[in-house]
């Protein structure tokens, strides 16, 4: 199952539109999952209609439609990976011991992926309880970075795996 990961589109204030190349990464996944800052319910809409299936929270710049209609968790299994997504962790420093205590091993529903944004740099690490941290960046809001991005993964036999880093440069 090949995934797409995005965050912090910031539509319409970042970027008018999503770059082509966005859309057709959409049009080739199975699962989209979006990290939060949306910022407007078009997108959300949009990105609903053209993808195969999606998965996505709110963040902290989407206002309280986009809140009631998705959440400020969501959690997904693919193909017996479970998928947890959330908008913010908090800072770097910490990060791996936060996110393994909220969705570790050790909790209720433990995931095995956290996909998680708000920072807009990208970052890939494995907490010391084994859950994959991810976070896609942002394909319109580049912050301190030299291009946007998004995150491409597949998904088969329970594993993750082939997470790349794609630039989307404007």
């Known amino acids: 199952m090949r995934l797409l990961l995005l965050s912090d589109t910031h539509l ?9 190349q966005v859309w057709e990464l959409v049009e080739q996944a199975d699962l989209v999952i979006h990290a939060g800052d949306w910022v407007d319910v078009a997108t959300l809409d949009e990105l609903s209609s053209r993808s195969r299936r999606l998965v996505g929270v709110a963040g902290n710049n989407d206002g309280p439609e986009l809140h009631a209609r ?3 968790v969501a959690r997904v299994e693919v193909d017996g990976v479970r ?3 959330i908008h913010e962790t908090g800072a770097a420093a910490g990060r791996e011991r936060r996110c393994d205590a909220q969705f570790g ?5 433990p995931a095995d992926v956290l996909v998680f944004g ?5 970052w890939d690490s494995t907490t ?3 859950l994959r941290l991810l976070n896609p ?3 319109t809001d580049r912050r301190r970075q030299p291009v946007g991005t998004v995150m491409t993964a597949e998904v088969s ?10 630039p989307t440069p404007r």
Do not use: M, N, Y
């Not at 319409?12 to 082509?20: H, M, S």
């Not at 091993?105 to 529903?109: E, I, K, M, Y």
């Not at 708000?118 to 990208?122: A, E, L």
């Not at 036999?157 to 794609?166: D, P």
């Open 12 to 20: 319409p204030l970042r970027a008018k539109v999503l770059q082509p």
């Open 70 to 72: 998705l959440g400020e």
């Open 83 to 85: 998928i947890a997504v």
């Open 105 to 109: 091993a050790s909790v209720d529903a």
């Open 118 to 122: 708000h920072s807009h740099i990208p």
């Open 128 to 130: 010391p309880g084994g």
């Open 137 to 139: 960046g942002s394909p």
């Open 157 to 166: 036999g329970g594993r993750l795996h082939s997470v790349e880093l794609v």
